[in-house]
């Protein structure tokens, strides 16, 4: 099993010390390093200046909104960071949800899987550099040909030669079909919430991965004594996704509660943060999922918690940045002692 860091997005602010979080990921033997976007930092521009500040480490996104560039955009900004740090660029890119693709980006979220197929199938023609870039798409074409289109575009090349003629691409996904379509089309999947017990959920989903596919798991370590006090960051978060991230009659996050097993318990905790009560819905978020999803307590639990780990399809443990800076790298020694 490897182990990455999640450094998210910024907060309010920046995230203190980044770029020194990932070299010391790197120096501790971390396979990986992450960065992602919602509505604020974009995932590319922390990637960069890791990148020239760090020489082995893996430089991954995770996730890149797709709604937030067209493919050739991310395709161009994919290929310019794989040639600066060497080879070393992961995708991982997801669809977002209907709030921040039509509120935020200003794009319609109909039909995300053939949005997704139609954005992978061009990117992946940028990055061979084998002929001039065309697609015929329902959502997608190049070049433009719609009715107000002037009728000068002409198929291109891109002028720069990728480093590879492939990059490496995740799809964080929730849905069955999404999993699916990663396991198909995608070389790994990265899921936000999973359980190393409730694997089962996902087997038919993923019959069809192939040799080498990875799993990149988001897991929240914290340690502490204090075992209630240690889940309460991540119900925290989860009282925050059921309830404040995604449309009310329409959660990928709720349905996969469903799927797990917790159903009741995630209306409850949405139906508490819709009435404005939010520290009765991070009170009502289950102890029992929170623990299964995350490694938490004293470290001899973790240790323990982590043979389950390793013993589940999972290939790699995404580990959440925590807020001091020596607290994340406390947890990244320990992990890295207890893991690699």
């Known amino acids: 099993m490897k182990l990455g860091l999640h450094l998210g997005y910024f907060q309010k602010q920046p995230t203190d010390r980044f770029i020194?979080?990932?070299?010391?990921?790197?120096?501790?033997?971390?396979?990986?390093?992450?960065?992602?976007?919602?509505?604020?930092?974009?995932?590319?521009?922390?990637?960069?200046?890791?990148a020239a500040m760090t020489s082995k480490i893996r430089l991954c996104t995770g996730v890149m909104q797709i709604s937030a560039r067209t493919p050739v955009c991310a395709a161009m900004s994919a290929l310019t960071l794989d040639h600066i740090s060497n080879g070393r660029l992961c995708l991982g890119v997801g669809v977002s949800g209907p709030q921040v693709v039509e509120g935020w980006y200003g794009q319609q979220f109909k039909r995300p899987l053939e949005r997704t197929r139609e954005w992978l199938d061009i990117f992946q023609q940028v990055i061979a550099r084998e002929a001039p870039v065309e697609f015929s798409?329902?959502?997608?074409?190049?070049?433009?040909?719609?009715?107000d289109s002037l009728g000068l575009g002409k198929p291109l090349k891109s002028i720069t030669h990728p480093l590879r003629n492939k990059i490496p691409v995740f799809l964080g996904a929730e849905g069955p079909k999404n999993i699916a379509l990663a396991a198909e089309r995608f070389d790994g999947w990265m899921p936000i919430f999973v359980s190393p017990y409730r694997m089962d959920i996902f087997e038919e989903s993923l019959a069809n991965k192939p040799e080498g596919f990875e799993i990149n798991a988001m897991v929240n370590c914290i340690i502490n004594d204090n075992l209630e006090e240690a889940m309460f960051p991540g119900k925290m978060t989860m009282a925050l996704y059921l309830g404040g991230m995604g449309a009310r009659k329409d959660n990928f996050h709720k349905n996969l509660m469903g799927r797990m097993g917790f159903g009741d318990e995630a209306e409850k905790v949405q139906d508490l943060w819709y009435e404005g009560k939010h520290e009765e819905a991070i009170k009502a978020v289950p102890d029992a999922l929170v623990d299964e999803i995350s490694l938490v307590g004293p470290k001899e639990r973790i240790k323990e918690r982590l043979q389950d780990w390793k013993k589940s399809p999972v290939t790699s443990l995404?580990?959440?940045?925590?807020?001091?800076?020596?607290?994340?790298?406390?947890?990244?020694?320990?992990l890295a002692e207890a893991v690699l």
């Open 137 to 147: 798409g329902k959502q997608y074409n190049l070049p433009y040909n719609g009715p």
């Open 20 to 50: 020194e979080l990932a070299q010391a990921a790197e120096n501790l033997g971390f396979d990986s390093v992450y960065t992602a976007e919602a509505y604020g930092s974009d995932c590319f521009t922390p990637l960069a200046a890791i």
């Open 318 to 334: 995404m580990i959440g940045h925590r807020d001091h800076f020596e607290t994340s790298v406390e947890t990244m020694e320990f």
